[in-house]
C-alpha cells in the first residue's frame, strides 16, 4: 500500500540532545512537508521541500534541520537549540498536480525527560 | 498576511446536522480545504472549494463565498465517528512553491 511512513512513534529526548524524526513515502511525492502540532492547536510548518536536494525555512524552523537527499525521504531534527520541543510532529506530502491535497503520516509524539 | 478563523468547539446530537465555519484573509486566494483529524491521528482531505458554492460528498459538503472570504462544513447525519478535529486551510503559493496554511481547529463532539 502506497502511504507516508513516521517512526518512531513515540520518541523522548534528554536534554542537550538531538533526535532525528524519519519520514519515508512511497507516493513517488514531489513535495514534503514538516508540521508542528501543539495540544488544541493547528498544524505549524516547520520546514518543507518541493524537490530533492531543496528545502526551505516554514514559519518556525529555528531549532530545526532537515535534509533531502531523497525524494521517499525527509528526516527532521530536533536540535537542542529547540527549547520547548514537546509536540506532536507531522509529516506530509503533496503531488505536484493535486496541490491542494496534503497526505499525512501518522504522527511522531516528542517528549522531554 | 494570511489567517483562517474557526469556532474553537462545537457540539451536536447523533442524527443531527452540523456547521464548522471558517472565515480567512488571504493576500491571494488559492480555494479552501478542509481536513479531518481525530485524537491523536494524522489528518486527512476532505473537501476542496476553488469556486462559489456548495460541494457535496457523502454526508459531508462544503460551501465558498469567495466574496465573504467565508466557507462552511456541514455534516449531515452524524456519526459518533464524526467525533474529530476539523481544520480549514488555504494554500499559499509564492512562484514555485506551495505551501498550505490550517486554521486553528474546530472540535467537534458528538453526543448520543
Known amino acids: 500500500d502506497g502511504g507516508i511512513t513516521q517512526s518512531p512513534k513515540y520518541l523522548f529526548r534528554k536534554e542537550g540532545q538531538n533526535v532525528t524524526l524519519s519520514c519515508e513515502q512511497n507516493?513517488?511525492?514531489?513535495?514534503m512537508y514538516w508540521y508542528r502540532q501543539d495540544p488544541g492547536q493547528g498544524l505549524r510548518l516547520i520546514y518543507y521541500?518541493?524537490?530533492?536536494?531543496?528545502?526551505q525555512k516554514g514559519d518556525i524552523a529555528e531549532g530545526y534541520s532537515v535534509s533531502r537527499e531523497k525524494k521517499e525521504s525527509f528526516p527532521l531534527t530536533v536540535t537542542s537549540a529547540q527549547k520547548n520541543p514537546t509536540a506532536f510532529y507531522l509529516c506530509?506530502?503533496?503531488?505536484?498536480?493535486?496541490?491542494?491535497?496534503?497526505?499525512f503520516g501518522a504522527g511522531t509524539r516528542l517528549s522531554v525527560l | 498576511g494570511q489567517s483562517l478563523e474557526q469556532p474553537s468547539e462545537v457540539t451536536a446530537v447523533e442524527g443531527a446536522i452540523v456547521q464548522i465555519n471558517c472565515t480567512y484573509q488571504?493576500?491571494?486566494?488559492?480555494?479552501l480545504s478542509w481536513y479531518q483529524q481525530h485524537d491523536g491521528g494524522a489528518p486527512t482531505f476532505l473537501s476542496y472549494n476553488a469556486l462559489d458554492g456548495l460541494e457535496e460528498t457523502g454526508r459531508f459538503s462544503s460551501f465558498l463565498s469567495r466574496s465573504d472570504s467565508y466557507g462552511y462544513l456541514l455534516l449531515q447525519e452524524l456519526q459518533m465517528k464524526d467525533s474529530a478535529s476539523y481544520f480549514c486551510a488555504v494554500p499559499s503559493w509564492g512562484g514555485a512553491t506551495n505551501k498550505l496554511i490550517f486554521g486553528t481547529g474546530t472540535l467537534l463532539a458528538v453526543q448520543p
Open positions: 521541500s518541493q524537490i530533492v536536494n531543496d528545502f
Open positions: 488571504t493576500s491571494g486566494f488559492y480555494g
Open positions: 507516493l513517488n511525492h514531489d513535495a
Open positions: 506530509a506530502s503533496r503531488d505536484r498536480l493535486a496541490k491542494n491535497i496534503q497526505y
